[in-house]
């Protein structure tokens, strides 16, 4: 079946410094990706999504690049800030055309020192 | 335009007691989503309705879980007799079609005492 696979964590980093987090994924066909971010006490909001191969998505100057060779979305950012800290789930979304249930990573706390 | 509401969002059950879990869906939205996320897990899928309609009850538990949308009010998540292990968040998602773009709530943390 479908999974994800996101780097262990937590993750500490210091303001300005350069973010990346690793996800990896097990699809059949050509599944949508996402990185979805979960503030503290929060739901989960979408950050960025790629439909296809090569797609790029950006948001709030995190970006994420769907490459089908190695199978990863992983999620980068130049110069990440105190308010960016929060959990990072990587996810698919199934292109079978039966519905658009999600299939999640674990997910990675980050924490950014001022 | 309000987004997903869901209530309540704590709630605390002792083990054998029922647990009602509510979601009012974005307006214009017809199609719900359940995802359970346990500690330290991602969340899991469970249940995809539409009115009226159970699309795809994959993730549910086989016992003591049901997931209902009715044609008029919220979607409602019940577990009936409470264990420890049902013990997590709960979140509902809604979205205007099945190709996605879902909206979260903010969530259900059910804690079985």
């Known amino acids: 079946g479908d999974s994800v696979t996101q780097m262990e964590g937590p993750v500490t980093l210091s303001e300005e410094a350069f973010l990346t987090i690793n996800c990896t994924y097990t699809?059949?066909?050509?599944?949508?990706l996402f990185w979805y971010v979960q503030y503290p006490g929060e739901g989960l909001q979408l950050l960025l999504k790629?439909?296809?191969?090569?797609d790029k998505g950006s948001n709030k100057g995190f970006e994420a690049t769907y490459r089908k060779e190695t199978t990863s979305f992983h999620l980068e950012k130049g110069s990440v800030q105190v308010s960016d800290s929060a959990v990072y789930f990587c996810?698919?979304?199934?292109?079978?055309?039966?519905?658009?249930?999600?299939?999640f990573g674990k997910g990675i706390t980050l924490s950014v020192r001022p | 335009n309000a987004g997903v509401m869901q209530n309540p969002r704590h709630l605390v059950r002792r083990r054998g007691q029922e647990a009602r879990l509510r979601c009012s869906p974005m307006?214009?939205?017809?199609?719900v989503y359940w995802y359970r996320q346990l500690p330290e897990e991602g969340l899991k899928f469970m249940v995809y309705?539409?009115?009226?309609?159970?699309?795809?009850e994959s993730g549910m538990p086989k016992e003591r879980f049901s997931a209902e949308f009715p044609k008029e009010g919220p979607s409602i998540l019940r577990i009936q007799q409470v264990v420890r292990g049902d013990s997590a968040a709960y979140f509902c998602?809604?979205?205007?079609?099945?190709?996605?773009?879902?909206?979260f709530g903010s969530g259900t943390r059910l804690t079985v005492v």
């Open positions: 998602a809604s979205s205007p079609d099945r190709l996605g773009g879902y909206t």
């Open positions: 699809a059949t066909g050509y599944p949508s």
């Open positions: 790629a439909t296809k191969a090569d």
């Open positions: 996810a698919l979304s199934g292109n079978t055309g039966a519905n658009s249930k999600l299939t």
């Open positions: 307006k214009g939205h017809s199609h």
């Open positions: 309705l539409q009115k009226e309609n159970i699309i795809d």
